[in-house]
Nanobody, 115 residues
């Protein structure tokens, strides 16, 4: 069964860093278009960053220069390195995988930025 498992969330102070991981299991492979999204309480889910099978990346303007998405195809894993975190980054972060008409979501991992 195909599914995604996120890890690496937690509590961090403003200005700190976190690295999220997303492991693709049960058939997720390097052909998938991968992305990270986030959803804060009372707000819609929004795109954070995406990466193609070839490694091309795209970022939301709000995270450009601070976040980096990468993938390790041998491990079917996608990462999100988050630096210079701000309180407004507090959200549940979701991993997403797409291939043709198939779309999968992970259960999410909470990131809280607070002093």
């Amino acid at each position: 069964q195909v599914h995604l498992v996120e890890s690496g969330g937690g509590l961090v102070q403003p200005g700190g860093s976190l690295r999220l991981s997303c492991a693709g299991l049960g058939g997720i492979n390097s052909r998938y278009f991968m992305g990270w999204y986030r959803q804060a309480p009372g707000k819609q889910r929004e795109l954070v960053a995406t990466i193609t099978s070839g490694g091309s990346t795209n970022y939301a303007d709000s995270v450009k220069g601070r976040f980096t998405i990468s993938r390790e195809n041998a491990k079917n894993t996608v990462y999100l390195q988050m630096n210079s975190l701000k309180p407004e980054c507090t959200s549940v972060y979701y991993c997403n995988a797409q291939l043709d008409h198939w779309t999968y979501w992970g259960p999410g991992t909470q990131v809280t930025v607070s002093s």
